[in-house]
């Protein structure tokens, strides 16, 4: 083809006849037409004629504008004179979108190719013209499949971000609640629904109990309520024969609508089942006002939804049960501690006030040194139940003041050890409720080890505190031990780091054997706000 234009741009001697050029205009491999300088057509081959569906003699004497739809007509006409003015060769693909009128009106896209001969009876315009049509569709198949591609990268790059977003959730202390209302929001987005919800299969007069629903309210679905919109006792038979087809409701054959609500029709409905181990809870639901049918991906996608619901579900069961348990297991060590120390110290009281009316008679002195034993075992005693009370009541640690807190355990403690222990507190405020609690059970701690393990002849506790930083320190007298010889079964070391490193505090322990134990917590609110 660009040999053919070069040949017909190249100007003809002024000797040939220009019956060479219409032989050469008819062996073009290419759709040619000749025109003069004023537009009418002077020649036209075979292949020019069948791509406009005309006969070649019609086309003879026309304006070189009937190719071409009326609306472009008077344009092409400007730019024809102007062409004439300034002739120029155009080759083809010259990037213009041009379009070819045949002799019914039918339209296609066409590229033209420009030249001219100068002939003794003026300009000659040769048109080389090439149907692109197939191009074209070829074109906008791949313009649609990279827009189909584009959207599938984006609605795949919106589900990661929303698999992102309930896992950060499903990782988090955020309630059930939540978790199940941006299930159920983002499911309605990604799937298109017009609504979303969950249920939990119930056992009383309603078969199903609305737990989470997006574009719906429970009221206006009462009629799933009463079970007509969805059977989820045979998902659950369907979902037991491991038939993915049957647990997947596709209500899209027809356009009747399936249930009316809140004022609108629904004709399609999307039913996953949530399965927690081997027990069908509920299901999650996406309804739809228009029937349709639902692709394979938008099934999966589903799927993926109702198994992060029961995961979320599944997760609040296990932390109700974890919760229950760290209950059960506080209760225990506080009754441990009730027969640890308080039991054995009012046995010990007990012993000394049944032998004391005999010493008061033979040995005065001794039995005042029993009565003063006496009464520090029973203040111990009383002390210890204050303690045991206040952790039976958590939000109690938040009220009490730090000191009065100190108190407590060192009475306890002083009880129990039958050592004097001496309490010293500088407050200048009271520090954050959190770090309170913090050294409430770092001192405590510390001191049950004194009472057991120690052999301490003396202890001290001393507090400096405001609401900006806090020092505690607990030291003692006794036998010590080497820190590198601590086994992990030695739980208290651990429980005293935690509790530091909760508030972002410095915890040191100095001991050594023979050489007492030290143990000090040191809390700056600055240090905490740049962690």
Known sequence: MDEVQSALAVPLLESRSSRLLWRLIEASPVAVAASSQDGKILYVNQKLADLFDYEANELIGQEIEILMPERYRADHRMYRASFTENPRTRPMGSGLDLVGRRRDGSEFPIEVGLSYYRSPNG???????????RRKQTEELLERRVEERTREIERRRRVAD?????????????????????????????????????????????????????????????????????????????EQSGDLREIILNHSESATPLFYAGGGAYCAQLAVPLKLKDEIYGGLMLYYREPRRFSPEEIELAVMFGDQAALAIDNARLRIQAERAAVAAERNRIARDLHDSVTQTLFSASLIAEVLPRLIQRQPEESMRRLEELRQLTRGALAEMRTLLLELRPATLMEVSIEELLRQLTEAARGRARIPIELRIVSDGEPPPEVKVACYYVAQEALNNVAKHARAQSAEVSLICSAEQARLCVYDDGQGFDLKAVTPEHMGLAIMRERAESIGATLTIDSAPNAGTSVTLLWSKTDTSSV
């Open 123 to 133: 300009l000659i315009i040769l048109s080389a013209v090439t149907d692109i049509t």
């Open 162 to 238: 929303s698999l992102r977003d309930i896992l950060r959730a499903l990782n988090s202390n955020r309630p059930l609640q939540e978790i199940l209302d941006l299930i159920v929001a983002q499911a309605r987005e990604l799937l298109r629904a017009d609504a979303s919800a969950i249920y939990q299969l119930h056992d009383e007069e309603k078969p199903l109990r609305f737990q989470a629903g997006v574009g719906i309210v429970p009221e206006h679905f009462s009629v799933v309520y009463d079970g007509e919109g969805v059977d989820l006792a045979a998902m659950q038979r369907r």
